[in-house]
């Protein structure tokens, strides 16, 4: 739906029901395939590594893959239709799963913190990078990137799966890109005035969880009603 | 007669003659079968089974959903079996020391794990609802636009850190400030990235 190789289509709202055009092949057996290659790797994992996080961690990522595809769920398609189209009901959702994370992942590191009363043990729990105009200029590349690909980092391997050519080809480039980074990393690091330990943890920041958790679900509710009016507006 | 027809409309490719595939036509059109597997979800099931799915992975290892560092890995990887030595670049040394561990591999590095899950994952779902099919490149601009598009993903990710997912999805709602950012940045590269669509690749 969102791949640029579909022109027709990128300038409308992504349909809401997949048209079939004709019956196919049923593909169950197929799919039932699918479905033991799966087992075998967990138990691969489990049994022959003995590392049962790591078959939790795979059967995560088949459930991920999955979802993304029922649903049809594209982060780029969120950030590029309110601009394309006007439609932002991706958009929402996507700030819907944001807050429902924020409350898993803070209620973890709360439970983190309540346990020795170090924020440092919450902190653990919070994917914090450093922050900085790095930043802004890696999301605005990888932003033109996602757009022009038809796919973000998740969408590209979603379509691999759905069988589009076009993400066979983004993939490689998209691993040849990482390692350039990788590889000039003390070039921009220098250039963009990166610092490793500059990641700003809210609630070391704003004072405590409360005021922290105050400000993030009023910047998510005011994103939603942002786009809940975007979407109105561009109807009628 | 009639029941033969009823079937015959809605699986004109195959229809079935036998009473036991009249059986498993019936089987793959009942409702629950077709609402898990078959009619999307709605974009907000998707986002909250998502975000569940992202607690549930920092709740088991400390360490939620990424997606582009694992990227980097396997470039790295490959960079090795070319003979190189990425293990001797700053980068990992500096930034993700993880990498330099002694028995790291693709299968105990949890991204990878995903990454590949999710490749399965989405052909998984895309069989089971009858939707599996190779789509083919339509014209060489797409096939630039695949390869420019994944260099700037790729370095883009580096520079910020991460992607979509590790900055926006798991950074953000993990009280981190380099989400927020990601986020109004990446809505200005996706917003300039549709006009260079527009302009140049459709």
């Known amino acids: ?236 | 007669m009639q029941l033969d027809h009823a079937l015959r409309d809605r699986e004109p490719a195959d229809a079935p003659t036998t009473a036991a595939t009249a059986a498993r036509v019936r089987w793959r059109d009942h409702e629950t079968f077709k609402t898990l597997f078959v009619n999307p979800w709605t974009y907000t099931t998707g986002a909250v089974v998502l975000a569940l799915l992202n607690v549930a992975l920092m709740a088991a290892t400390g360490k939620a959903w990424g997606v582009t560092t694992s990227v980097t890995y396997w470039g790295a990887w490959i960079w090795r079996s070319l003979s190189g030595d990425p293990h001797a670049w700053p980068y990992f040394a500096e930034v993700k020391p993880a990498f330099n561990a002694p028995g790291f591999s693709f299968w105990n590095d949890a991204g990878s794990l995903t990454n590949l899950g999710m490749v399965v994952g989405a052909l998984l779902a895309a069989l089971g609802a009858n939707q599996f099919r190779v789509k083919k490149l339509k014209s060489r601009r797409q096939i630039g636009a695949a390869m420019l598009g994944g260099l700037l993903m790729g370095f883009g990710a580096r520079l910020a850190f991460g992607c979509n997912i590790g900055d926006l999805f798991s950074g953000l709602p993990a009280l981190s400030l380099h989400g927020w950012v990601f986020l109004v940045s990446i809505f200005l590269g996706a917003a300039a990235g549709s006009k260079l669509l527009v302009r140049y690749f459709i």
């Open chain 1, 1 to 236: 739906m969102a791949a640029s190789g579909e022109p027709q289509r990128t300038l409308r709202r992504i349909p809401r029901t997949p048209v079939v055009k004709k019956e196919r092949k049923n593909q169950l057996p197929y799919a039932l395939a699918v479905v033991g290659l799966v087992v075998a790797i967990g138990y691969y994992l489990a049994a022959g590594l003995g590392a049962p996080k790591s078959a939790f961690v795979w059967i995560v990522g088949v459930a991920l893959g999955l979802t993304l595809q029922r649903s049809r769920f594209c982060f780029t398609a969120s950030m590029r239709d309110p601009v394309l189209t006007g439609g932002t009901n991706l958009t929402k959702a996507v700030v819907v799963g944001l807050a429902v994370s924020t409350v898993g992942f803070s209620a973890l590191q709360l439970g983190a913190y309540f346990k020795a009363g170090q924020l440092a043990d919450a902190m653990k729990l919070s994917s914090l990078d450093p922050v900085g105009l790095h930043t802004v200029v890696g999301g605005v590349l990888f932003g033109i990137g996602a757009v022009i690909a038809g796919g973000c980092a998740s969408g590209t391997l979603m379509r691999m799966g759905e069988g589009f050519l076009q993400q066979w080809i983004v993939l490689p480039f998209f691993v040849a890109g990482s390692l350039i980074g990788a590889a000039t990393w003390p070039l921009w690091k220098v250039a963009l005035l990166v610092r490793t330990d500059s990641g700003v943890y809210l609630p070391k920041a704003l004072g405590g969880f409360v005021p922290a958790l105050l400000v993030q679900f009023g910047m998510l509710l005011a994103l939603w009603v942002a786009a809940d009016w975007w979407g109105k507006r561009g109807r009628t």
